[in-house]
């Protein structure tokens, strides 16, 4: 079963992650509660896979409908 991102969020703090995150880009996070529970949040990286980063890296954003299903397929 693959899992549905639980959104979208922009990379605002990429020190010391330069490989794997870029700042400004736009980013898929998947939903886990327990990652939330600790300040973090599941997002697939450059590297196409899912990995825990500090929430505080990030700033969520909301896209119309037709732009999430763009990104559902770039990201």
Do not use: W
């Not at 490989?19 to 509660?33: G, N, P, Q």
């Not at 896979?49 to 909301?62: P, Q």
Request: hydrophobic share 40%; charged share 35%.
């Amino acid at each position: 079963m693959t899992e549905v991102p639980a959104g979208f969020v922009v990379c605002i703090d990429n020190t010391d992650y330069q490989a794997s995150l870029e700042r400004h880009k736009i980013y898929k996070f998947l939903k886990d509660d327990d990652a939330a529970a600790d300040g973090d949040l599941r997002i697939v990286d450059e590297s196409g896979e899912d990995y825990l980063y500090s929430a505080e890296r990030f700033v969520r954003i909301e896209v119309p409908s037709e732009v999430q299903k763009s990104l559902e397929v770039a990201l």
